[in-house]
C-alpha cells in the first residue's frame, strides 16, 4: 500500500491589475481595475517537494474532487486554482483565463519557490492546459475571438514543465457540437423542434443508423453556426450603434442530446446507457446546468463556436513540446472516448503516453482501485522524468 499523508490546505487569494472597457464579473472578482483570483493550496504535511500539480478548469473549482485530493494524499503539492470565472461560465473568455492561471503558475515559480510546475487538465482543464502551454510556448493571440485586444505574447507566460490531460475533452467547442440538440427550430422557443432530429420523442429510436446520425450531425453544426452568426451581426449591431451597450446575454436552449448517449454501438466503450455525468440526459438537455445554456456574445465566440475558438485541444497540442501524458477513462459518462485519442494522434511532442484506466467512470466516485491506478500512472511518468518532485 502507498505511503498515505495528512493534508493541509491554504487559501490563495492573488490579484493583478487590467483594464476593462466594461464589468464582466459579477462582484469583486474583476470590476475594480483589478482582477482577484482564489486558488487552494493542498500539501501532504511533513513532505516537501519541489514540484507543483496544478489543476485548473475555465469555470469551476476542483479542490473537492477526488483525483486532486488523492494526489495530495500521496505526497503530492497540488494547486486546485479558480479562474476569474469560478462557478459561472456565462462570460468565460478563455484568452483571459490564461492569464489567470499564468498568474498562479508565476506565484508558484516567484513567490512559493516551486522548481517544476505539472498542469493536470482533468475534464474541462484538459483543453485550457493544451491551451495555456501553446501559447506559453509559442504566443500569438493578439485578440479574442470577439477582436478585442489581449497580449498574450506581452504577459510572458511561463510554460509548465509537463501536461496530463486526464478524463478531458478536446476543447468545450467540440463538446457542445457533439451534445446540442438540432431538433430546436426557434431559438426562442425550445417547444418549436423538428421531430425527425428529436432522440428524445416518438419518431426516432436507437439504434441510429449512418444516414440518420449523418444528418443528425450536419444539423447540429447548422445550429452552432446559425447562432453564431447571430451572435457576430448582434456584436456588430452594437459597435456601429456607437452607445454604451457593449454586451448581451442570450439562452441555448436543449444541449445535451448526444445519440451516444442513448445508442451503445456509437463510439463503443464501458459507459453506462441513458445517463450521463449530470444525470438523466433528457432531463439535462431542458434543464438549467447545460452547456452553454447561458452565455455572453464574446463568451459564446471564445469558448462554444466550432470555427472561432481558439481553446482547441488538437490544434493547441500540435504546437507543444513539453512532456505529455493522457489517460482515458473507458466508462467515461461525460467526454466521448474519440477526444483524448484525437488529442494523443495530433499531439506534436515527442514524448508523450497514452493509457486507458478499463472500467473508470469520470469523476472515479466509488471506484477506489480506479482512482489508484489513475495516481500510479501520473506518479510514475513523473518519476521517470524527475518532476515527481520528492
Not at 39 to 44: A, C, F, Y
Not at 63 to 75: T, Y
Not at 143 to 165: E, H, K, N, S, W
Request: proline share 6%; with cysteine; charged share 25%.
Amino acid at each position: 500500500m502507498p505511503q498515505r499523508f495528512e493534508l493541509e490546505f491554504e487559501w490563495l487569494h492573488l490579484a493583478y491589475d487590467e483594464s476593462q472597457a466594461f464589468t464582466e464579473t459579477y462582484g469583486f472578482a474583476g470590476n475594480q481595475g483589478a482582477v482577484n483570483v482564489e486558488g487552494i493550496l493542498i500539501r501532504p504535511r511533513d513532505q516537501p517537494s519541489d514540484t507543483l500539480q496544478v489543476y485548473m478548469h475555465p469555470a469551476s473549482t476542483l479542490q473537492l474532487l477526488p483525483v486532486p485530493r488523492e494526489a495530495a494524499h500521496r505526497g503530492a503539492h497540488v494547486l486546485c486554482a479558480g479562474s476569474r470565472y469560478a462557478r459561472n461560465d456565462t462570460a468565460c473568455i478563455l484568452e483571459k483565463v490564461l492569464l489567470d492561471l499564468g498568474a498562479y503558475i508565476r506565484h508558484a515559480k516567484k513567490v512559493l519557490g516551486y522548481k517544476h510546475v505539472v498542469l493536470v487538465g482533468w475534464s474541462g482543464g484538459g483543453s485550457l492546459s493544451l491551451f495555456y502551454q501553446s501559447q506559453a510556448e509559442n504566443p500569438s493571440i493578439t485578440g479574442t475571438p470577439a477582436g478585442d485586444p489581449i497580449d498574450l505574447a506581452g504577459a510572458r507566460l511561463i510554460p509548465a514543465d509537463a501536461v496530463v490531460f486526464q478524463a478531458a475533452h478536446s476543447s468545450r467547442a467540440q463538446l457542445l457540437l457533439d451534445v446540442i440538440d438540432p431538433s430546436v427550430i426557434d431559438e426562442d422557443d425550445p417547444d418549436t423542434r423538428d421531430q425527425s432530429l428529436d432522440i428524445y420523442g416518438d419518431q426516432v429510436n436507437p439504434p441510429f443508423d449512418t444516414a440518420f446520425l449523418e444528418r443528425y450531425r450536419g444539423a447540429q453544426l447548422a445550429r452552432v453556426r446559425k447562432i453564431t452568426a447571430n451572435v457576430k451581426n448582434t456584436l456588430e449591431r452594437l459597435r456601429n450603434a456607437g452607445g454604451k451597450e457593449k454586451e448581451r446575454g442570450f439562452v441555448t436552449h436543449r444541449t445535451l442530446a448526444d445519440p451516444r448517449f442513448l445508442d451503445p454501438a456509437l463510439d463503443p466503450n464501458d459507459r453506462p446507457i441513458g445517463w450521463c455525468y449530470l444525470g438523466d440526459p433528457e432531463t439535462v438537455n431542458s434543464g438549467p446546468v447545460g452547456l452553454a445554456r447561458f452565455s455572453t456574445l464574446r463568451s459564446w465566440l471564445s469558448q462554444w463556436s466550432i470555427d472561432d475558438t481558439n481553446a482547441d485541444g488538437i490544434k493547441c497540442a500540435e504546437q507543444i513540446s513539453a512532456p505529455l501524458l493522457l489517460i482515458e477513462n473507458s466508462a467515461d459518462d461525460a467526454v466521448p472516448s474519440y477526444h483524448c485519442q484525437s488529442v494523443f494522434k495530433a499531439a506534436g511532442t515527442v514524448d508523450k503516453q497514452y493509457h486507458r484506466i478499463d472500467g473508470a467512470t469520470h469523476y472515479y466516485v466509488g471506484q477506489p482501485d480506479h482512482l489508484s491506478r489513475a495516481i500510479d500512472l501520473t506518479e510514475g511518468w513523473l518519476a521517470d522524468r524527475r518532476l515527481l518532485g520528492r
